[in-house]
């Protein structure tokens, strides 16, 4: 009886440890004002791509997962503060970002491209653009792109990405550079039927990744539940969900 009793106990022991191991929560930090990459739906839910793909790692490494927002501006540091423990929310790996984090592999490739009024001439050459007023969102790539290489622009950077296309609607603006993709969804709302892209994609090698803090060993589970989603179709599927083509 005894050793039944110990036994039992064992198994008990054994049971809760796996239930709690298999209850691992992990964090993921999103903007969650990126449409279609990330936003808010109507009930206040986090949704877009990131979350899915977010969601769908989260699946392969068997963990649950929430969700935690912050503003774009304070993301990295919130990261860093054990906020959260990733951060997908449509983030350039870039050198000086690096300097602060560690990035997985890339899980979309994204171009930067100009839009504008239809019914305006628009040439994105940087003497064409002298002169002209045109806004990105502060500390992405589009912002560092048209502070570096257009000078004699005036450059307005906003907090999000949607401060933006309101400064445009409302002719603020003589234009917005920011990720390809964001645009396209953005021109096919009806705030955007009067615009559409300009000129050639002005840069198309920029690469986005997963961000976890210096030397965490997240990094390479993500990598490889990154794989195994592209492997069995679970990227493409989430893919097809947002765009007509592939971003991988």
């Known amino acids: 009886m005894q050793n039944y009793k110990k036994v039992f106990l064992a198994a008990a022991v054994t049971l809760a440890f796996s ?90 490739s994204n171009k930067l491209q100009f839009i504008a009024p239809k019914d305006k001439e628009f040439k994105t050459d940087k ?56 645009n396209y969804e953005w021109l096919k709302s009806d705030a955007g039927k009067a615009y559409e892209f300009k000129g050639d994609p002005v840069e198309e090698s920029d690469k986005i990744g997963i961000a976890v803090r210096k030397g965490d060993p997240i990094r390479e589970k993500l990598n490889a539940a990154l794989k195994e989603i592209v492997a069995d179709g679970t990227y493409k599927k989430i893919n097809d969900k947002y765009f007509p083509f592939s971003i991988y």
Do not use: H
Request: aromatic share 8%.
């Open 19 to 108: 239930a709690g191991a298999m209850a691992e929560t992990l964090k993921m930090g999103i903007e969650a004002a990126y449409p279609p990459f990330n936003n808010k739906d109507a009930s206040g839910n986090v949704v877009g791509f990131d979350k899915d793909i977010g969601d769908a790692l989260c699946a392969k490494m068997k963990v649950e997962c929430s969700v935690v927002t912050s503003d774009w501006d304070g993301i990295i540091p919130a990261l860093n503060a054990k906020k959260f423990d990733f951060l997908i929310s449509s983030m350039s790996i870039t050198d000086e970002r690096k300097g602060a984090v560690d990035f997985t592999d890339p899980y979309y």
């Open 127 to 182: 003497d064409s653009l002298k002169g002209k007023v045109i806004g990105a969102q502060r500390a992405t790539l589009a912002g560092t792109f048209m502070e570096d290489n257009m000078p004699g622009v005036e450059v307005k950077l906003y907090d999000t990405q949607e401060n933006a296309y309101l400064d445009l609607t409302s002719g603020r603006l003589d234009g917005i550079l920011a990720d390809k993709y964001v």
